[in-house]
C-alpha cells in the first residue's frame, strides 16, 4: 500500500484523474475497478470516483509495486488488461499469432503508449500467471520473427529463455520455412520461379533498392514463387523466404514489375487507388518447422506446420480459400 498527499496543486481534482495521473501505467479500468471495490480510498474510506480532493487528504492506493513504475516501453503491457490476439498454437513455451494488419510488433521511437503485438503478447503472459516480472532478472516474452505493420499474419513469439535462444537459432539456421501470399498486378511470367538480388537499404527513407550485383552495404535476397490463382489483372503468390530481409518479398516484386495490390511505397498509388485499396495485400499465411538439428525443449515441434485459414485480400479478390 502506498499514501500519496494532496498538495495545494492537486486539490481540487477528481479522485479518479488524480491517479491516472500519479499511476500512469494503471490502465483506466483497472483504477475505476479499484475505486469501486475500495482499494484506492481517500482518508481510510471508499470514495466515488468523482469526488473532488481537497489539500492535506491522503490517498492510500492498494496497488501492486509494478504500477508505480517509471513508464517505458519494457513495462508497457501493464496498461493492457485485455489483448486482442488470435492465437494459432500455444503451449509453455511458444505462441504463434496472426497478427492484424497495422498493429505494430515493437513500439516505434520508443513510444511506449504505443499499442503493439509484443505488449499484447507480455500482457496475456502477465495474466495468466505464466510470467512474473517482479521475480525475473532479465527474461521478457520477446517475439522471435517480425513482420511489416501493413502486412497481416504468422508471429512467433516465446515465454520462456530458452524456447527463445531455440528459436532464434533454427530461424538463424533457415530451419524454420516462411510463407506469405501476395496480390499483384499482372501476369508472373514464368508462373513458378525464384527471384535473386541484392537489396540496399536507405534508413532514412525507410526503403531498400534491388540491384543486379552485389556492392558495399547490400546483402544477398532470394525468394521463391508459385502462382495460386489468376483473376481481374491480378495475381496470387505464394512466396517463399529463403532469406529474410527487410521489405524483401515488397521490393523484390515490385523490382520484377509486379508490385503489391495496396503497398503504398513499392506500389503504384494511381493502381491502387483503382482497386480502392489501402493496405497492402501481402499475408505471412504458414510457418513449417523443419529442424535439421536437435531442438532441445522444442523437439516435439519436428515437422509441425502451422497455417492461417482465412486471409482477407484471397477471399475478397480471388474467391480463394487455403486448402492445406
Known amino acids: 500500500m502506498r499514501e500519496l498527499i494532496i498538495g495545494k496543486n492537486d486539490a481540487g481534482q477528481r479522485l479518479d484523474r488524480f491517479v491516472s495521473k500519479a499511476v500512469p501505467l494503471l490502465p483506466d479500468a483497472l483504477l475505476q475497478k479499484y475505486i469501486r471495490i475500495k482499494r484506492i480510498k481517500l482518508n481510510g474510506r471508499g470514495a466515488k470516483r468523482d469526488t473532488r480532493l481537497s489539500e492535506g487528504d491522503i490517498a492510500q492506493l492498494y496497488i501492486n509495486d509494478e504500477f508505480f513504475e517509471r513508464p517505458t516501453e519494457a513495462n508497457a503491457y501493464l496498461r493492457i488488461t485485455d489483448p486482442k490476439l488470435d492465437i494459432v498454437f500455444e503451449d509453455e513455451n511458444i505462441i504463434l499469432l496472426n497478427k492484424p494488419q497495422g498493429l505494430l510488433c515493437h513500439p516505434a521511437d520508443g513510444d511506449w503508449r504505443a499499442d503493439t503485438l509484443v505488449a499484447r503478447i507480455q500482457a496475456h503472459a502477465y495474466l495468466n500467471r505464466e510470467w512474473r516480472p517482479g521475480t525475473e532478472n532479465s527474461f521478457v516474452p520477446a517475439l522471435c520473427n517480425r513482420i511489416d505493420r501493413n502486412t497481416g499474419g504468422l508471429v512467433i513469439a516465446a515465454k520462456n529463455a530458452e524456447a527463445l535462444r531455440v528459436m532464434n537459432e533454427k530461424i538463424r539456421l533457415r530451419e524454420v520455412d516462411k510463407y506469405y501470399v501476395a496480390a499483384v498486378f499482372g501476369d508472373m511470367k514464368p508462373q513458378e520461379g525464384e527471384l535473386r538480388g541484392h537489396l540496399f537499404k536507405d534508413a532514412k527513407k525507410n526503403q531498400v533498392y534491388v540491384r543486379n550485383t552485389p556492392s558495399v552495404g547490400t546483402r544477398e535476397a532470394v525468394l521463391q514463387y508459385r502462382t495460386l490463382s489468376r483473376k481481374g489483372g491480378l495475381s496470387l503468390l505464394e512466396c517463399r523466404l529463403i532469406t529474410g530481409r ?78 492445406h
Open 246 to 323: 527487410t521489405h524483401q518479398i515488397r521490393a523484390q516484386l515490385a523490382a520484377a514489375g509486379h508490385p503489391i495490390l495496396g503497398d503504398g511505397k513499392y506500389g503504384s498509388e494511381r493502381e491502387n487507388k483503382r482497386f480502392n485499396e489501402a493496405r497492402q495485400c501481402l499475408w505471412s499465411y504458414r510457418v513449417a518447422l523443419d529442424f535439421e538439428t536437435d531442438a532441445g525443449v522444442l523437439n516435439y515441434l519436428q515437422n509441425r506446420e502451422f497455417i492461417v485459414q482465412k486471409i482477407p485480400f484471397a477471399e475478397k479478390y480471388f474467391n480463394f480459400e487455403n486448402s
